[in-house]
């Protein structure tokens, strides 16, 4: 029996994050979806002002907070008693006024991952029952958070996302030369989360799995490594629920193992995507000669010197479906999707829901 998963003064009923996925992979219908069927939902903050009707395509920093909240009030009415959250990451260059907007929008927990946001509980004073949970990749990282935030704000985290960069998608928390090669121990580091708390705060915090989680097999196993719950974010894409295209849901459907692999963002951090594409998606932004046209990054090579490409947009184009010169961000499990489901049944799948609660009839559905 897994047990429910309590965040601050949150408890979802099963201890399943569902992954900020950006740009807008993960909006107000995937997260009410989720938070419907007894997870966390979270929408993603990053570029949410793209693809909104705030946005006049020069208003990027007026439209993003407004948008952001149009996408949290949306997943409220799917889940009015649900937990809905958002995944902020710190290097984006509104991430202060992101989370800002989070709070005054509803959200009940924020993640924050692309960097170590030391300023999070300062930012949110005004509303404490709002769960603060940072994501990182090492015992030092939650230690650098815990410290910071116990002398600024004499606040800790209600929760930690300990995420393996060897096989998460999206921005990993790694250098590009020690992913995948085979030092990285995710349990090791859940367990080693968990004692730290305990042992230097006398505190007994969730500890999240994140990264490679797939399926029933990899969430049991994932507790039974020590981890209070797990958070997924790749496996809800193919669902009827996913604020993606359909062809950003076919490029999973589609994808080999081979087609998944590691791209250097402009952001400096690696990411893992399918790559195949790569090419074109830098192809674009030269013949176009796309400069910066938002700033929506804090440091960007791309802002700079125009290196790589404009991530933001490449990631709203495929997003929008053009996952010829859109960038597709996914796991390293991607490519076990092989249909369109929806996030219920992903849930039944995972906590053999069918098995124990349906009615006789519906047993064999």
Not at 63 to 71: C, F, H, R, Y
Not at 80 to 109: H, L, Q, W, Y
Not at 140 to 169: F, M, N, Q
Not at 217 to 241: P, W
Request: glycine share 10%.
């Amino acid at each position: 029996m897994t047990k429910p998963l309590t965040i601050g003064k949150h408890t979802a009923r099963f201890p399943v994050i569902q992954g900020g996925m950006g740009v807008r992979v993960s909006a107000g219908r995937l997260a009410g979806a989720v938070a419907r069927s007894g997870g966390i939902g979270l929408v993603a903050a990053a570029g949410m002002a793209l693809n909104s009707s705030h946005y006049d395509g020069k208003n990027y920093f007026t439209a993003d907070p407004l948008a952001l909240k149009d996408e949290i009030a949306k997943a409220y009415a799917m889940a009015p008693n649900g937990i809905v959250g958002t995944n902020c990451m710190v290097a984006v260059t509104n991430f202060d006024e992101m989370v800002r907007a989070s709070c005054e929008g509803g959200a009940k927990v924020i993640v924050c991952g692309a960097g170590l946001p030391m300023n999070l509980p300062g930012l949110t004073t005004d509303y404490p029952d709002v769960a603060l949970v940072p994501i990182v990749s090492s015992v030092k990282a939650a230690e650098l958070i815990a410290r910071k935030w116990k002398k600024s704000y004499d606040r800790l985290p209600d929760a930690v996302v300990v995420e393996d960069p060897d096989t998460a998608g999206g921005h990993l928390g790694e250098k590009l030369e020690k992913i995948g090669d085979g030092t990285y121990d995710q349990y090791a580091t859940v367990r080693g989360v968990k004692a730290y708390f305990r042992e230097e705060w006398n505190l007994d915090i969730p500890i999240i799995a994140a990264g490679g989680i797939w399926d029933r097999q990899d969430l049991l196993h994932a507790l039974e490594q020590g981890a209070d719950g797990v958070q997924m974010a790749s496996r809800f894409v193919c669902t009827e629920e996913c604020d993606a295209s359909d062809a950003f849901k076919e490029a999973y459907l589609n994808c080999r193992q081979e087609d998944i692999g590691l791209i250097m963002s402009p952001a400096g951090l690696p990411g893992r995507a399918i790559k195949a594409n790569i090419d074109k998606v830098r192809q674009r932004d030269v013949d176009l000669d796309v400069r910066c046209p938002s700033g929506c990054l804090k440091k960007c090579a791309y802002k700079t010197d125009q290196e790589r490409f404009c991530i933001v947009h490449a990631l709203d184009r495929a997003q929008r479906g053009d996952v010829e010169t859109g960038l597709v961000f996914c796991g390293t499990n991607a490519w076990k999707a092989n249909r369109i489901t929806t996030v219920q049944a992903i849930f039944d799948e995972l906590f053999e829901l069918a098995k124990s609660e349906a009615a006789p009839q519906a047993v064999n559905h």
